[in-house]
Nanobody
Framework: QVQLVESGGGLVQAGGSLRLSCAAS????????MGWFRQAPGKEREFVGG????????SYLDSVKGRFTVSRDTAKNTVYLQMNSLKSEDTAAYYC????????????????????WGQGTPVTVSS
């Protein structure tokens, strides 16, 4: 089992940057594929970016490609979401998620693939 705690959200002007962190408990962080999702008010939760167990594969929502980067630090049991060139439409609560993964290289993009979730951190981009 793994527990996830996000941090780093806040208020930022359009064009600015934020880095979200997700700290995972436990000693088996390297066994989990990780994902970032977001949910804006009145909208469904959507996949933003994900990273494989070994960190070698990533996948992104089309609208954030080239602006957002997912990375992981196994030594720190932490996954990051670097967000640059933020837009007002990026405003949402951001959640990290974990999935125990047999494959070291697969990235999972459906919320149904993940069994563990953090509590979320809010991101507000002002225009």
């Amino acid at each position: 089992q793994v527990q996830l705690v996000e941090s780093g959200g806040g208020l930022v002007q359009a064009g600015g940057s934020l880095r979200l962190s997700c700290a995972a408990s436990g000693r088996t962080f390297s066994m989990y594929a990780m994902g970032w999702f977001r949910q804006a008010p009145g909208k469904e939760r959507e996949f933003v970016g994900g990273i494989s167990r070994n960190g070698g594969s990533t996948s992104y929502l089309d609208s954030v490609k080239g602006r957002f980067t997912v990375s992981r630090d196994t030594a720190k049991n932490t996954v990051y979401l670097q967000m640059n060139s933020l837009k007002s439409e990026d405003t949402a609560a951001y959640y990290c998620a974990a999935r125990l993964a047999l494959s070291p290289t697969l990235v999972y993009i459906s919320s149904k693939d993940y069994g563990y979730w953090g509590q979320g951190t809010p991101v507000t981009v002002s225009s």
